[in-house]
């Protein structure tokens, strides 16, 4: 039972440079979330997608950001210019959709620590 | 504006000694709670939650008490081991969406160490 994947583990890149992290969801889940988490602080939600659509986007995820998931697999989110605020774990969380029941409990990544000179 | 609280940064209890972590949250529209464990480098890892019509859950060592009036949950981990030395996180979120979207709200984190 392979979990919730997210590469690279690590990224280290000048400000101003594009990233693009990747996420592979645990296979049978169709809702994929982003969150970002800085030190001290909580994971705070970026965006959700159900299948391949993204059906909510935080207020935190600005114009530089954005997210995809193609085919309803795996997803992607890349960080156009960055900036040194950018510096966080960016974590990838997984859950199924399971009819009647409502919410259930998902599952993370390791996340990918982004760190901006 | 923190919907989920969590006021205890750090708490040290002794191997075998109950371990209590409290949660406070602000929002009436949350009825699925839940609680990560984070370690070092590690993404957070599900511990156990609870929806609004219950009042109590237990997964072996771990127990969630939800007190829907106070709102405040808490979680109780007896015995105390030091692999639970870990951060732990509690987190909100509506059992039922209209939108489709199971968005959790966390609080910042309480770091325990058992200490051996």
């Known amino acids: 039972d392979t979990g919730v994947s997210q590469d690279p583990r690590h990224k280290i890149t000048k400000r101003g440079q594009n990233v693009t992290f990747r996420c592979d969801p645990i296979s049978e889940h169709n809702r994929l979330y982003w969150y970002r988490q800085t030190l001290g602080q909580g994971p705070e939600f970026l965006t959700y997608?159900?299948?391949?659509?993204?059906?909510?986007k935080s207020r935190l995820l600005s114009d530089r950001f954005s997210a995809e998931r193609p085919k309803g697999s795996f997803s992607t989110l890349e960080i156009q210019r960055t900036e040194q605020g950018d510096s966080a774990m960016y974590l990838c969380?997984?859950?199924?959709?399971?009819?009647?029941?409502?919410?259930?409990?998902?599952?993370f990544g390791d996340g990918t620590r982004l760190s901006i000179l | 504006d923190q919907q989920v609280k969590q006021n205890s940064p750090s708490l040290s209890v002794q191997e075998g000694r109950i371990s209590i972590l409290n949660c406070d949250y602000t929002n009436s529209m949350f009825d699925y709670f839940l609680w990560y464990k984070k370690y070092p480098a590690e993404g957070p890892t599900f511990l156990i939650s609870?929806?609004?019509?219950?009042d109590k859950n237990e997964d072996g060592r771990f127990t969630v008490f939800l007190n829907k009036s106070a709102k405040h949950l808490s979680l109780h981990i007896v015995p105390s081991q030091p692999g639970d030395s870990a951060v732990y996180f509690c987190?909100?979120?509506?059992?039922?969406?209209?939108?489709?979207?199971?968005?959790?709200?966390f609080g910042t984190g309480t770091r325990l160490k058992v200490l051996a």
């Open positions: 987190a909100a979120s509506p059992a039922f969406s209209t939108s489709g979207t199971y968005k959790y709200i």
């Open positions: 997608f159900q299948n391949e659509a993204q059906l909510e």
């Open positions: 609870i929806s609004s019509i219950k």
């Open positions: 969380a997984s859950s199924p959709e399971k009819t009647g029941l409502g919410n259930q409990p998902q599952h």
